[in-house]
């Protein structure tokens, strides 16, 4: 044995509508393997707890609210690739910034993941795209694969495609915080049902750590009060219709942990490890 578990973490496909209209979903998956999750630590930095106690007692979660961003991401044109490339680009920048600061205050290593565009289904290190996907994030060379489609330029909605990249920058940040590599060698040799059980837990936490983020640029995307409850009535019912095995949670779940981490702009609110099975159904 390498020391390596395999591990195939299914993310995000925030699905969100504008305050008017319903709008067609944007999807991801998250396939990884258990490597090392931070790179070397320097001088007065630590190494990312290890085992359970990554996912259930991160130090991210004393951390406090994360700070509030100016973005400035500018705007998405419905079938224009470069103003989406653009957007995503510099949302990633802002991203960047905020768990920069946000890793600081643990004394954990932060590393910026790579962002790759694709008008095709790629096969990465972590394994073939899958058809549905309009994004992904593989912890193997920390790299966060957009799609470029038509399918997903239809959505000019700016507040969609925030918690969708947010949520797979998420898996970047769970992996960093070493909860991958517990969640990778937690399911190596499960039943099938506590694989999905976990993978449920996995993807709840990274809407809530998207939602997190969002709050605290809200005012720069902008988003507006009516469209954020929009598009978490739209996740409620019908966030789950991507995901036939159950490995993302519920409509009904993913929408509570996206209201918890916009609630609370911290990864306080995000501990979906130590929550109650009906919680992360």
Same mark, same amino acid.
């Given at each position: 044995m390498t020391g390596l578990s395999p591990v195939s973490a299914s993310a995000s496909r925030t699905v969100a509508p504008s305050a008017s209209q319903q709008v067609a979903p944007v999807t991801g998956t998250t396939p990884g393997t258990a490597t090392s999750p931070g790179s070397a630590a320097s001088a007065g930095?630590?190494?990312p707890p290890r085992g359970r106690a990554a996912a259930t007692a991160s130090p991210l979660y004393r951390t406090g609210t994360l700070p509030t961003m100016r973005c400035q991401a500018g705007q998405i044109r419905a079938g224009s690739a470069a103003s989406y490339r653009t957007f995503v680009t510099k949302l990633i920048r802002c991203l960047n910034l905020a768990w920069k600061t946000q890793f600081r205050k %643990?004394?954990?290593? =932060?590393? !910026?993941?790579?962002? /790759? =565009?694709? %008008? *095709?289904? *790629? %096969?990465?290190? @972590?394994?073939?795209?899958? %058809?549905?996907?309009?994004?992904? &994030? @593989?912890?193997?060379? /920390?790299?966060? &694969?957009?799609? *470029?489609? /038509?399918? *997903?330029?239809?959505?000019? =909605?700016?507040?969609? !495609?925030?918690? =969708?990249i947010a949520h797979e920058y998420g898996h970047h940040v769970q992996h960093l915080a070493g909860i991958i590599a517990y969640y990778s060698n937690s399911i190596w040799r499960a039943s099938a049902s506590t694989k999905l059980a976990f993978s449920r837990r996995l993807e709840l936490q990274a809407d809530c750590l998207a939602s997190a983020f969002l709050r605290q640029a809200a005012d720069d995307l902008p988003l507006e009060e009516a469209q954020w409850e929009a598009m978490v009535s739209w996740v409620s019912v019908n966030g789950h219709k991507n995901w036939p095995k159950n490995d993302h949670g519920k409509g009904r779940s993913q929408a509570y942990w996206m209201e918890r981490g916009f609630n609370a702009g911290s990864p306080s609110g995000c501990n979906t490890w130590t929550a109650p099975t009906g919680r992360v159904a």
């Amino acid at each position: 044995m390498t020391g390596l578990s395999p591990v195939s973490a299914s993310a995000s496909r925030t699905v969100a509508p504008s305050a008017s209209q319903q709008v067609a979903p944007v999807t991801g998956t998250t396939p990884g393997t258990a490597t090392s999750p931070g790179s070397a630590a320097s001088a007065g930095e630590q190494a990312p707890p290890r085992g359970r106690a990554a996912a259930t007692a991160s130090p991210l979660y004393r951390t406090g609210t994360l700070p509030t961003m100016r973005c400035q991401a500018g705007q998405i044109r419905a079938g224009s690739a470069a103003s989406y490339r653009t957007f995503v680009t510099k949302l990633i920048r802002c991203l960047n910034l905020a768990w920069k600061t946000q890793f600081r205050k %643990t004394n954990l290593p =932060f590393s !910026h993941p790579k962002l /790759r =565009f694709s %008008t *095709v289904k *790629v %096969t990465t290190p @972590c394994g073939r795209w899958p %058809t549905s996907a309009g994004g992904m &994030y @593989c912890s193997s060379n /920390r790299t966060i &694969y957009i799609g *470029v489609t /038509r399918e *997903v330029l239809k959505n000019a =909605f700016v507040a969609n !495609h925030a918690q =969708f990249i947010a949520h797979e920058y998420g898996h970047h940040v769970q992996h960093l915080a070493g909860i991958i590599a517990y969640y990778s060698n937690s399911i190596w040799r499960a039943s099938a049902s506590t694989k999905l059980a976990f993978s449920r837990r996995l993807e709840l936490q990274a809407d809530c750590l998207a939602s997190a983020f969002l709050r605290q640029a809200a005012d720069d995307l902008p988003l507006e009060e009516a469209q954020w409850e929009a598009m978490v009535s739209w996740v409620s019912v019908n966030g789950h219709k991507n995901w036939p095995k159950n490995d993302h949670g519920k409509g009904r779940s993913q929408a509570y942990w996206m209201e918890r981490g916009f609630n609370a702009g911290s990864p306080s609110g995000c501990n979906t490890w130590t929550a109650p099975t009906g919680r992360v159904a």
